[in-house]
C-alpha cells in the first residue's frame, strides 16, 4: 500500500492558523430626542452702535426646540461652537467685513440652556446678545459677523 501525500511544487502547506480583524460598532439612540423646529436659525442683530455710547448694546432672537422619544420627558442642553473668529471657548468676535483683522467681541446667552421638557411640547429658547460699551468704543467703523453653530442634545 502506498502511504504519503503528493507535494506540489510552489505551494506551501502550514499546519498553523491565519486570524483576521473585524470592526463591530452600534449606536444606541436615547429614549429621547430634541431637535430645533423649523425655522432653525435665528438672527442676532444689534443694528447700528454709536462708539460714543457708554451703554452695553444687546440684541435678542428666539428658537424653538422640540423633544420625542419613548420617555415621556427630555432634558436637553444648548452648546455652541463659540462662532468663527472665537479666541477661545465663549470667546466670541465678530470680524470687520473690509478690515479683516479687526474684531469686535460679544457675549451670548441662552434662556434656558438645559431644561426638562414633556415629550412633543414646544420651548422657546432666548438668545440674548451683549456688545459691552469697551468692546465697541474703540472699534473701527464699519460692518462686523460672525456665525455661530448651536447643537441642541441629546
Do not use: E
Not at 511544487?9 to 492558523?17: D, E, K, Q, R
Not at 429614549?31 to 452695553?56: E, R
Not at 420651548?123 to 448651536?150: C, E, K, R
Amino acid at each position: 500500500m502506498l502511504a504519503g501525500f503528493l507535494a506540489l511544487p510552489g505551494v506551501a502547506f502550514s499546519a498553523g492558523s491565519a486570524s483576521a480583524t473585524m470592526a463591530v460598532s452600534a449606536t444606541v439612540l436615547s429614549t429621547s430626542n430634541c431637535k430645533f423646529n423649523a425655522p432653525s436659525s435665528a438672527s442676532l442683530a444689534f443694528g447700528t452702535i454709536d462708539p460714543s455710547g457708554l451703554v452695553n448694546v444687546t440684541a435678542t432672537a428666539s428658537l424653538v426646540v422640540r423633544c420625542g422619544g419613548s420617555a415621556p420627558n427630555a432634558t436637553f442642553a444648548i452648546t455652541d461652537n463659540s462662532g468663527l473668529y472665537k479666541t477661545g471657548p465663549g470667546a466670541y468676535r465678530m470680524r470687520h467685513a473690509v478690515t479683516t483683522t479687526a474684531f469686535l467681541g460679544y457675549s451670548v446667552g441662552y434662556s434656558p440652556q438645559t431644561a426638562t421638557i414633556p415629550k412633543n411640547t414646544d420651548q422657546t429658547i432666548m438668545i440674548t446678545g451683549t456688545i459691552t460699551a469697551a468692546q465697541y468704543g474703540n472699534a473701527i467703523a464699519g460692518s462686523f459677523a460672525d456665525t455661530v453653530t448651536l447643537t441642541i442634545s441629546p
